[in-house]
């Protein structure tokens, strides 16, 4: 099966090729290089470097390639800078779909998977999040990711093009940017890992529900053969603070220090974790990593890995 990738070079979907790759499936990855990096893009795949909110390039690109499906990853991901700058958000994350739909329902293409969020979608709640729940994101990232999911749906309405949407909780594992403002994980560690003093957004006590690498990836090789159509939960309904997550960290890297706090970041929800059991009853899909192992085997990639 030929499958192209948008944001391919990047950590999530990155990892999403190498598996595809390993399936035997044909791959091309789509990425403008801001964030991905062509080190992460496996050697199987093949990378064209281009911007999906380029409506040409992503038409040419589509029509010359022919997928039989798109595995939808390219976004903006911030939600802080989201708040600061809508329009930017906005851009990437719902004309950015809306170029890849237009081309794609000019094309004999079987399936989209399109990466959204589970823990910015759902507004301040009671946890664990369930897809029944109306959707009320409180941060522009949140809501240009809900308005691709509906762009998702009007297509498959008017073209009958299929879709599995797949809403994250926070992502974690090797590969990921320390350097923007989401990825605690991958911030405490790099940092720790430079023997510098973590900084916590507020008191610490915001509480989040993070699902591992390898667990996203399985979730991704589901949907590829999957009929069903809709929005699936990936997470693991269990709540970690920071405060938790810098412990569990520090304790993986052997070291004792005491992170410094700052303040709290504009848009941010209290607390968010995610049911999985939609995704388990009609995917096959639940997590198998815990915590303490997935951030054990994150310190691992920085100590002795991490390129």
């Known amino acids: ?5 948008t944001g391919g070079a990047g950590f999530i979907a990155s990892h999403v090729v190498d598996r595809y790759c390993e399936l035997g499936h044909e791959v091309v990855v789509l990425d403008n290089l801001s964030t991905g990096k062509t080190e992460f893009v496996n050697k199987k795949a093949r990378l064209i470097t281009a911007d999906i909110t380029d409506a040409a390039a992503v038409t040419q690109i589509i029509s010359q390639e022919q997928p039989e ?17 809508p ?29 959204s969020t ?12 369930t897809e029944e729940m109306r959707e009320e994101p409180l941060s522009p990232y949140g809501v240009s990711k ?29 590969r990921q940017n320390p350097h923007g403002e989401s990825g605690v994980v991958a911030i405490f560690s790099e940092m720790l890992a ?4 973590p900084i916590i957004n507020g008191d610490g006590t915001h509480t989040r529900d993070y699902v591992y690498i390898d667990d996203v990836v399985n979730a991704n090789a589901l949907a590829l053969t999957s009929t069903e159509i809709g929005a699936f939960n990936i997470g693991t309904t269990t709540e970690i603070s920071s405060n938790e997550v810098f412990q569990q960290v520090a304790n993986a890297f052997g070291v004792q220090i005491t992170p410094e706090h700052g303040p709290e970041r504009p848009g941010e929800q209290v607390t968010s974790s995610l049911d999985y059991s939609k995704a388990k009853e009609r995917l096959g899909w639940e997590p198998t990593v815990g915590f303490a192992e997935g951030v054990r085997r994150v310190v691992e990639w920085y100590k002795h890995d991490k390129k």
């Open 1 to 5: 099966m030929k499958i192209l990738v």
């Open 69 to 85: 499906v798109i595995n939808h990853h390219a976004a903006h991901i911030q939600v802080g800078n989201s708040v600061k700058h």
């Open 87 to 115: 329009q930017f958000d906005a851009e990437n994350n719902v004309i950015g779909v809306l170029n890849i739909m237009q081309a794609a329902k000019e094309i004999p293409i079987k399936k989209i998977i399109m990466a």
């Open 118 to 129: 589970g823990g910015a979608m759902y507004g301040n709640k009671p946890t664990p999040f």
């Open 146 to 174: 809900r308005s691709g999911e509906l762009y998702l749906n009007y297509y498959f309405e008017q073209y009958g093009i299929p879709y599995t949407i797949l809403r994250y909780s926070n992502v974690y594992g090797p």
């Open 194 to 197: 430079a023997g510098k003093t």
